[in-house]
Every structure is written in C-alpha cells, then in structure tokens.
C-alpha cells in the first residue's frame, strides 16, 4: 500500500539544497540529531515505567553511514545497561528473555490456550514514531533550512 506524505516547509528545504549545491553533512546531522532529541524524549515518555530502569536506558545512537547527505540517529539501548535488561528463566537458568523487546513487542506464558498465553507489548516506540511523526519532520526541516540559511549568509 503506498503512503503519500506532505512535509510542510520541504519544497524551500530543497531549494535551499539546490542553491547551496552540495549538501553539506553538518545540516543533515543537525537535523537529525535535533529529530533524534525529540524521539528520545517521545520514547521515555511513553516507555512502561515499573522500576525505571527501560527509559534510563533508553539513549540516542547515530549510526556511521558512508553516504554523504544521509544520517540515521536511531534510539537504543545503552549497553552497560545490559545486564539489567537480560533476564535468564526455565531449567539451569539456560533460557534469556531480553526485556525491552518483550515490552515492545509482547510475551507468552506457558498458561492457557495460545491466545491466552499471549501479552501485547506496549509498542513504546511504535507509539512514539506513530504520534509524533509530523514534529520529527518538521523538526528536521526547521533546522536544516536554518542550517542552510546559515550557510548561504557565510557565502556572501
């Protein structure tokens, strides 16, 4: 199914681009990172809270990327965290369940029929992407059209 989506501000976005000719890396990753902040803060918001320990560990991560004008800021998990979100079940304590992926996503028990068995997750993040989609893109815009601006000042 194709999705057609309209960002307010993108047709002078692109313009700025076309006037600044190559894009410069440091408007894409301002822009991102301001997005990542955002997302950040719209996961820990909607993160279950029981003993706090998923939303402290909840961080931004920017992924190293070969192509220029392109940059992914993606929320994580922070790794020193690990070992509080590995839980070990069953016999010998040889199973793992990794917490914030069941919170997500959902679990089973072993009690009852399969649909009984079954927990919805939370879907934090899901939530977080799906509700504030139009701040993150517009956030984006704002800061690299300032960027741009920016940018074409020092030209002059």
Request: glycine fraction near 8%; proline fraction near 4%; avoid cysteine.
């Amino acid at each position: 199914m194709a999705v057609n989506i309209t960002i307010t501000g993108m047709a002078e976005l692109e313009a700025g681009f076309a006037r600044l000719g190559k894009v410069p890396q440091v408007i894409v990753n301002r822009g991102a990172v301001a997005a990542g902040k955002i997302m950040l803060a719209a996961a820990k918001r909607y993160a279950p809270e029981d003993t706090g320990a998923l939303r402290r560990g909840l961080i931004n991560v920017k992924e190293k990327t070969s192509r220029p004008g392109k940059k992914v800021v993606q929320v994580s998990l922070a790794a020193d965290m690990n070992d509080t979100f590995v839980k070990r079940y069953g016999p010998n304590k040889s199973l793992r369940a990794y917490y914030p992926a069941s919170q997500e996503w959902g679990w089973t028990t072993g009690k009852g029929t399969p649909h009984e068995r079954h927990h919805q997750g939370w879907h934090y993040l899901r939530e977080a992407l799906d509700f504030n989609k139009t701040e993150l893109e517009e956030t984006f815009v704002k800061v690299a059209q300032q960027e741009i601006d920016k940018a074409l000042a020092s030209r002059r």
